[in-house]
Nanobody, 123 residues
Framework: VQLQASGGGLVQAGGSLRLSCAAS????????MGWFRQAPGKDGERVAA????????YYIDSVKGRFTISRDNTKHTVYLQMNSLKSKDTAVYYC?????????????????WGQGTQVTVSS
């Protein structure tokens, strides 16, 4: 599976962005998907995840109510809608895929990673 993330950019605080991650290869619908981010000087963190079927999702507390992860298995794409962006959301965002059929929150090992897309939120 190859992953291609896009949609990052520069936005003012309070604005919105939608990240996309397009997957190539077979069996996209068999993979749980996650979005991660890493800010300069900080550890990476998993921001959101979605199960292979889309029936379960996971968010870190700091983005709950602001970010929404979704997937379209017919388009082999996972999205991260980010609203009410804050300066602390500034980071490089990565998408990743895991061959895992469990709930999104339980997925730990991700097998494939896309390149990052920069999100910069100006205050």
């Amino acid at each position: 599976v190859q992953l291609q993330a896009s949609g990052g950019g520069l936005v003012q605080a309070g604005g919105s962005l939608r990240l996309s991650c397009a997957a190539s290869g077979r069996s996209f619908s068999s993979y749980a998907m996650g979005w991660f981010r890493q800010a300069p000087g900080k550890d990476g963190e998993r921001v959101a995840a979605i199960s292979w079927s889309g029936s379960s999702t996971y968010y870190i507390d700091s983005v709950k109510g602001r970010f929404t992860i979704s997937r379209d298995n017919t388009k082999h794409t996972v999205y991260l809608q980010m609203n009410s962006l804050k300066s602390k959301d500034t980071a490089v965002y990565y998408c990743a895929a895991a061959l895992d059929y469990g709930p999104a929150s339980n997925v730990r090992g991700y097998d494939y990673w896309g390149q990052g897309t920069q999100v910069t939120v100006s205050s």
